[in-house]
Protein backbone atom coordinates (compact mmCIF):
# COMPACT_ATOMS: atom_id res chain seq x y z
CA UNK A 1 0.00 0.00 0.00
CA UNK A 2 1.04 3.56 0.22
CA UNK A 3 1.66 3.96 -3.64
CA UNK A 4 2.70 7.43 -5.19
CA UNK A 5 3.41 7.73 -9.13
CA UNK A 6 4.86 10.72 -10.59
CA UNK A 7 3.88 11.25 -14.41
CA UNK A 8 6.18 11.54 -16.86
CA UNK A 9 9.58 9.89 -14.96
CA UNK A 10 11.47 12.01 -17.58
CA UNK A 11 10.89 14.50 -20.23
CA UNK A 12 12.80 16.93 -22.74
CA UNK A 13 11.02 20.31 -23.34
CA UNK A 14 12.22 22.99 -25.50
CA UNK A 15 13.00 26.60 -23.36
CA UNK A 16 10.28 28.67 -23.16
CA UNK A 17 7.17 26.24 -23.32
CA UNK A 18 5.58 24.72 -19.78
CA UNK A 19 6.00 21.44 -18.82
CA UNK A 20 3.10 19.83 -16.69
CA UNK A 21 3.95 17.04 -13.67
CA UNK A 22 0.87 14.60 -12.35
CA UNK A 23 1.72 13.10 -8.87
CA UNK A 24 -0.80 10.92 -7.22
CA UNK A 25 -1.67 8.67 -4.45
CA UNK A 26 -3.33 5.35 -5.88
CA UNK A 27 -4.16 3.48 -2.68
CA UNK A 28 -4.73 6.50 -0.48
CA UNK A 29 -6.08 9.82 0.09
CA UNK A 30 -3.41 12.47 0.57
CA UNK A 31 -4.25 15.68 1.97
CA UNK A 32 -1.03 17.06 2.05
CA UNK A 33 1.48 16.55 -0.59
CA UNK A 34 5.28 18.41 -0.94
CA UNK A 35 7.10 18.99 -4.07
CA UNK A 36 10.64 18.96 -4.19
CA UNK A 37 13.44 19.69 -6.25
CA UNK A 38 17.06 17.26 -6.03
CA UNK A 39 20.35 18.36 -7.57
CA UNK A 40 22.69 15.74 -8.96
CA UNK A 41 24.27 14.30 -5.63
CA UNK A 42 22.49 17.08 -3.48
CA UNK A 43 19.44 16.87 -1.10
CA UNK A 44 16.01 17.77 -1.99
CA UNK A 45 14.95 20.61 -1.35
CA UNK A 46 11.75 21.79 -0.32
CA UNK A 47 9.77 23.93 -2.59
CA UNK A 48 6.14 23.83 -1.50
CA UNK A 49 3.97 22.47 0.57
CA UNK A 50 -0.02 21.64 -0.73
CA UNK A 51 -3.33 21.23 0.69
CA UNK A 52 -6.24 19.87 -1.23
CA UNK A 53 -8.71 22.49 -2.11
CA UNK A 54 -6.53 25.21 -1.11
CA UNK A 55 -3.19 27.41 -2.45
CA UNK A 56 -0.08 25.88 -2.13
CA UNK A 57 2.39 27.06 0.26
CA UNK A 58 6.09 28.00 -1.23
CA UNK A 59 9.47 27.89 0.50
CA UNK A 60 11.46 31.65 0.30
CA UNK A 61 12.84 32.00 -2.77
CA UNK A 62 10.25 29.62 -4.78
CA UNK A 63 8.88 31.68 -7.86
CA UNK A 64 5.61 30.72 -7.14
CA UNK A 65 4.52 32.08 -11.02
CA UNK A 66 6.81 29.93 -12.06
CA UNK A 67 6.27 26.74 -10.67
CA UNK A 68 2.32 26.56 -10.29
CA UNK A 69 0.99 23.58 -8.26
CA UNK A 70 -2.43 22.62 -8.39
CA UNK A 71 -4.00 20.04 -5.49
CA UNK A 72 -7.74 19.80 -7.38
CA UNK A 73 -8.37 16.05 -5.46
CA UNK A 74 -7.68 14.24 -2.72
CA UNK A 75 -5.19 11.94 -4.87
CA UNK A 76 -3.61 14.11 -7.52
CA UNK A 77 -1.41 17.09 -7.30
CA UNK A 78 0.41 18.85 -10.64
CA UNK A 79 3.25 20.86 -10.60
CA UNK A 80 3.69 23.04 -13.84
CA UNK A 81 6.98 24.34 -14.96
CA UNK A 82 6.33 27.64 -17.19
CA UNK A 83 8.48 29.20 -19.36
CA UNK A 84 10.77 26.49 -18.80
CA UNK A 85 14.62 27.03 -18.59
CA UNK A 86 17.93 25.27 -18.89
CA UNK A 87 17.96 26.19 -15.27
CA UNK A 88 15.03 24.95 -14.54
CA UNK A 89 16.55 21.70 -15.69
CA UNK A 90 16.71 18.98 -12.35
CA UNK A 91 15.03 15.90 -10.75
CA UNK A 92 11.22 17.20 -9.10
CA UNK A 93 10.33 14.44 -6.70
CA UNK A 94 6.58 14.96 -5.35
CA UNK A 95 5.50 12.96 -1.93
CA UNK A 96 2.15 12.62 -0.07
CA UNK A 97 0.69 11.82 3.62
CA UNK A 98 -1.85 9.83 3.89
CA UNK A 99 -4.99 11.43 5.20
CA UNK A 100 -5.67 8.40 7.53
CA UNK A 101 -2.09 8.22 9.14
CA UNK A 102 -1.78 12.02 9.20
CA UNK A 103 -1.24 13.80 12.47
CA UNK A 104 -2.25 11.70 15.83
CA UNK A 105 -0.52 8.61 13.90
CA UNK A 106 2.72 9.55 11.89
CA UNK A 107 3.73 12.31 9.45
CA UNK A 108 5.91 10.37 7.09
CA UNK A 109 5.27 10.50 3.57
CA UNK A 110 5.78 8.28 0.83
CA UNK A 111 7.49 9.40 -2.41
CA UNK A 112 7.31 8.95 -6.09
CA UNK A 113 9.39 7.93 -8.35
CA UNK A 114 10.40 11.18 -9.23
CA UNK A 115 10.42 13.12 -12.67
CA UNK A 116 13.60 13.95 -14.37
CA UNK A 117 13.48 17.64 -16.66
CA UNK A 118 15.42 18.38 -19.20
CA UNK A 119 15.27 21.91 -20.76
CA UNK A 120 17.14 22.31 -23.89
CA UNK B 1 13.32 27.03 12.21
CA UNK B 2 13.44 23.87 11.11
CA UNK B 3 16.78 22.20 10.21
CA UNK B 4 18.53 19.40 9.96
CA UNK B 5 22.00 18.75 9.69
CA UNK B 6 23.75 15.55 8.66
CA UNK B 7 27.83 16.00 8.77
CA UNK B 8 28.83 13.26 7.14
CA UNK B 9 28.42 13.51 3.15
CA UNK B 10 30.06 9.99 3.01
CA UNK B 11 31.06 7.46 5.51
CA UNK B 12 32.71 4.23 3.94
CA UNK B 13 32.94 1.57 6.23
CA UNK B 14 34.07 -2.28 5.71
CA UNK B 15 31.49 -5.19 5.78
CA UNK B 16 30.60 -6.04 9.43
CA UNK B 17 31.98 -3.19 11.02
CA UNK B 18 29.64 -0.96 13.25
CA UNK B 19 27.44 2.54 11.47
CA UNK B 20 26.55 5.57 12.91
CA UNK B 21 25.14 8.16 10.85
CA UNK B 22 24.84 11.11 12.40
CA UNK B 23 21.66 13.58 12.51
CA UNK B 24 20.95 16.94 14.49
CA UNK B 25 18.20 19.10 14.21
CA UNK B 26 16.86 21.93 15.18
CA UNK B 27 12.86 22.48 15.94
CA UNK B 28 10.83 24.32 18.05
CA UNK B 29 9.05 22.40 19.60
CA UNK B 30 8.43 18.12 19.38
CA UNK B 31 9.52 16.97 16.40
CA UNK B 32 9.04 13.91 14.42
CA UNK B 33 12.30 12.26 13.24
CA UNK B 34 12.43 9.53 9.88
CA UNK B 35 15.22 8.27 8.11
CA UNK B 36 14.88 7.63 4.45
CA UNK B 37 16.97 5.39 2.42
CA UNK B 38 17.44 5.61 -1.17
CA UNK B 39 19.53 2.61 -2.82
CA UNK B 40 20.62 2.92 -6.47
CA UNK B 41 17.99 4.18 -8.73
CA UNK B 42 15.16 3.45 -6.73
CA UNK B 43 12.81 6.10 -4.95
CA UNK B 44 12.88 7.69 -1.17
CA UNK B 45 11.48 4.65 1.15
CA UNK B 46 10.69 5.45 4.70
CA UNK B 47 13.44 3.39 6.60
CA UNK B 48 12.06 4.00 9.86
CA UNK B 49 10.41 6.51 12.15
CA UNK B 50 11.18 7.06 16.06
CA UNK B 51 7.67 6.92 16.95
CA UNK B 52 7.90 3.39 16.43
CA UNK B 53 10.70 2.37 18.02
CA UNK B 54 11.75 -0.08 16.33
CA UNK B 55 14.67 -1.71 14.28
CA UNK B 56 14.20 -1.99 10.98
CA UNK B 57 17.21 -4.21 8.58
CA UNK B 58 19.09 -4.15 11.58
CA UNK B 59 19.02 -0.69 11.70
CA UNK B 60 17.55 1.76 14.74
CA UNK B 61 17.53 5.01 15.59
CA UNK B 62 17.41 6.58 19.41
CA UNK B 63 15.99 10.42 19.51
CA UNK B 64 18.15 12.27 21.98
CA UNK B 65 15.95 15.42 22.52
CA UNK B 66 19.02 16.57 24.96
CA UNK B 67 21.19 16.29 22.02
CA UNK B 68 18.95 17.48 19.65
CA UNK B 69 20.24 14.25 17.58
CA UNK B 70 18.72 11.60 15.75
CA UNK B 71 21.79 9.04 15.06
CA UNK B 72 21.23 5.78 12.76
CA UNK B 73 23.15 2.78 13.78
CA UNK B 74 23.76 -0.52 13.18
CA UNK B 75 26.28 -3.10 14.69
CA UNK B 76 27.24 -5.06 11.67
CA UNK B 77 27.24 -3.27 7.96
CA UNK B 78 26.22 -5.56 4.90
CA UNK B 79 26.73 -4.30 1.56
CA UNK B 80 23.51 -3.89 0.88
CA UNK B 81 23.11 -1.16 2.98
CA UNK B 82 25.09 0.77 0.54
CA UNK B 83 22.78 3.56 -0.14
CA UNK B 84 21.99 7.45 0.51
CA UNK B 85 20.82 8.16 3.80
CA UNK B 86 18.55 10.78 4.29
CA UNK B 87 17.21 11.99 7.73
CA UNK B 88 13.68 14.23 8.29
CA UNK B 89 11.89 16.01 10.48
CA UNK B 90 7.93 17.10 10.58
CA UNK B 91 6.43 19.50 12.59
CA UNK B 92 3.79 17.95 15.14
CA UNK B 93 1.54 20.95 15.59
CA UNK B 94 -2.18 20.44 15.61
CA UNK B 95 -4.30 21.65 12.88
CA UNK B 96 -1.40 22.57 11.26
CA UNK B 97 0.60 21.69 8.06
CA UNK B 98 4.03 20.33 9.22
CA UNK B 99 6.38 20.64 6.49
CA UNK B 100 8.59 17.68 5.74
CA UNK B 101 12.32 18.76 5.44
CA UNK B 102 15.71 17.24 4.97
CA UNK B 103 19.18 16.54 6.06
CA UNK B 104 21.71 16.86 3.12
CA UNK B 105 22.17 12.74 3.14
CA UNK B 106 24.84 10.56 4.02
CA UNK B 107 26.29 7.92 1.13
CA UNK B 108 27.02 4.94 2.64
CA UNK B 109 29.70 2.57 0.97
CA UNK B 110 29.90 -1.16 2.59
CA UNK B 111 33.23 -2.51 1.19
CA UNK B 112 33.32 -6.24 1.07
Known amino acids: GAVVSQHPSWVICKSGTSVKIECRSLDFQATTMFWYRQFPKQSLMLMATSNEGSKATYEQGVEKDKFLINHASLTLSTLTVTSAHPEDSSFYIC????????????????FGQGTRLTVV | AQRVTQPEKLLSVFKGAPVELKCNYSYSGSPELFWYVQYSRQRLQLLLRHISRESIKGFTADLNKGETSFHLKKPFAQEEDSAMYYC??????????????FGTGTLLAVQP
Open chain 1, 95 to 110: SARDRLRQGAKSNEAF
Open chain 2, 88 to 101: ALSGTRRGATNKLI
